[in-house]
């Protein structure tokens, strides 16, 4: 595929034209991660200090946290050195993943990345902040107090932070649930109709997913579903808005009674062959065209000379595929008739061989001695 059949302001890549910008952004991830932690990493056991604070509040008075590997004083606050710095990189992580898919997004795909970028790792923190502040006081006060009598509560440190990373980013996905909402409406694969009409399932869907991915108790898992629920919703208003102001309601003809826009576009309108009942008759037909992409072919560029073109090289290509074709027959058929000629040749010889023999047997058997008696 050359460029000129491209869009405008589009070049053709190579592969290992992507690779080379794959590997750029994995290596300026990597290293955004390695600058996060290498500066969280001084303060490592004040941040453990920071992250367990929701539960040491709620210990029995006299105890505290343990620590049951022999290296988990070192190891632990180092996997949490690590884990934030990835938590803390994420937008720019988003952003090099943005720049490497860039290339393959139409003018009108690429307005929306901004957006989502931002609101994106907006909700992904607020579901970080909504686990810490609020869901874990609650879970961790009715654990301390469902423990029974005589059992003293000493969570090991390395459990802690296991589990603390899980409800992390198990909110901060949760609340992702409008923006795949929204990408899901404006993108076409559904309708804000459909997504309403498929709210009990959508709820079931909720809880299901908080039991899951939170600890065995119906707290943390209705402070979850519920995020999640209402996070949905909020989606589900955004994308009907999007889509009430760019004028798409109707997907490809799914609704019963099409939309009077979508109707004028696929509807043409009485031509001179085609008169009303009155006698009037259309002398053009009107059309109200989509605009919606009109970026996409904004440009100076004969398509119609360019496809022609095309359309002439595949001709002369077919010619000359069909002119080597020919000449691979004819230069068979040739071959063909000179075995057969130098087998009738042959043939043609040996029976002259064939013929001559005998005689020349009886005028060697005449002169014979034994035949002059």
């Known amino acids: 595929m050359s460029n000129a059949a491209l869009p405008p302001n589009d070049q053709e890549m190579t592969l290992v034209q992507h690779l080379l910008d794959l590997k750029t952004s994995l290596t300026r991830s990597i290293l955004a991660i390695i600058v996060f932690f290498i500066i969280l990493f001084p303060f490592a056991n004040e941040i453990y200090t920071y992250i367990s604070e929701p539960l040491t509040r709620y210990l029995p008075e006299g105890t505290s946290m343990i620590a049951t590997a022999v290296a988990s004083p070192f190891l632990t606050p180092f996997k949490l050195s690590f884990v934030l710095a990835i938590y803390l990189a994420m937008p720019y992580l988003l952003y090099q993943l943005w720049r490497f898919i860039a290339p393959a997004l139409y003018k009108h795909e690429r307005q929306l990345v901004a957006p989502l970028l931002f609101f994106s790792s907006f909700l992904f923190y607020a579901g970080g902040l909504f686990a810490y502040y609020v869901v874990f006081p609650l879970v961790f006060g009715f654990l301390s107090q469902s423990a029974p009598e005589g059992v003293t509560i000493a969570t090991d440190i390395s459990l802690y932070l296991d589990f603390v990373i899980k409800m992390f980013f198990a909110f901060g996905m949760a609340f992702e649930v409008p923006i795949v909402t929204i990408l899901l409406i404006v993108s076409g694969m559904t309708k804000p109709e459909k997504l309403s009409h498929a709210r009990p399932y959508i709820v079931v869907g909720a809880f299901v997913i908080g039991m899951l991915l939170t600890p065995p108790d119906i707290i943390s898992q209705t402070l979850l579903a519920v995020p ?15 889509i009430k102001r760019r004028g798409l309601n109707n997907i490809d003809g799914d609704d019963d009674e099409p939309d009077t826009d979508t109707a004028k576009q696929t509807k043409p309108t009485e031509t001179k062959e085609n008169a009303t009942d009155n006698g009037h008759v259309n002398e053009t037909p009107e059309y ?50 000179d075995s057969n000629s130098d087998e009738t040749t042959n043939k043609d010889s040996t029976e002259e061989s064939s013929n001559q023999k005998p005689s020349e047997d009886g005028s060697a058997s005449k002169n014979k001695p034994g035949n002059n008696s």
Not at 228 to 242: N, V
């Open 228 to 242: 999640m629920w209402l996070l949905f919703e909020l989606g589900l208003i955004i994308g009907a808005y999007i």
């Open 288 to 337: 109200d065209f989509d605009d919606r992409y009109a970026d996409q072919v904004d440009d100076d560029l004969d398509w119609d000379a360019e496809f022609d073109n095309i359309d002439s090289e595949m001709l002369q290509l077919e010619r000359d595929y069909e002119a080597r074709q020919k000449a691979e027959k004819e230069k068979s058929d040739k071959a063909n008739d």
